[in-house]
């Protein structure tokens, strides 16, 4: 049975790097920056099958160029069927 990944992240980067790391993430696919601010942080979602590509994730975008820390905010999983399943 497959399952699906979801986690958030808050990203600290040093303020001028901001923007590159953001498109830097973006390009690469590896998640989504919905929101990011003039000072450095940056709020980030993946979408993994496990959790060990959570944490490639996390390590990939940890070695971008300008990232300071990233930290796990919140990972939930779950059957990718239950994801499919009309409410």
Same mark, same amino acid.
Request: hydrophobic share 45%; proline share 6%.
């Given at each position: 049975?497959?399952? @699906?990944? $979801?986690?958030?992240?808050v990203a600290? *980067?040093?303020? #001028?790097? *901001? +923007? !590159? %790391?953001?498109? &830097? /993430?973006a390009? *690469?696919?590896? &998640? +989504? %920056?919905?929101?990011? =601010?003039?000072?450095?942080?940056? @709020?980030?979602? $993946? +979408?993994?099958? *496990?959790?060990?590509? %959570?944490? =490639?994730?996390? =390590?990939? /975008?940890?070695?971008? =160029?300008? %990232?300071?820390? /990233?930290?796990? &905010?919140?990972?939930?999983? #779950?059957? +990718?069927?239950?994801?499919?399943? !009309?409410?």
């Amino acid at each position: 049975m497959s399952e @699906v990944h $979801i986690a958030s992240c808050v990203a600290f *980067t040093r303020p #001028e790097a *901001t +923007e !590159a %790391v953001a498109r &830097a /993430i973006a390009s *690469t696919g590896l &998640a +989504e %920056v919905p929101k990011h =601010d003039g000072r450095g942080r940056l @709020v980030i979602l $993946i +979408e993994a099958p *496990t959790s060990g590509r %959570v944490l =490639d994730v996390i =390590d990939a /975008i940890r070695a971008l =160029d300008g %990232v300071l820390a /990233i930290h796990l &905010a919140y990972q939930h999983s #779950e059957p +990718e069927s239950a994801m499919k399943e !009309a409410p």
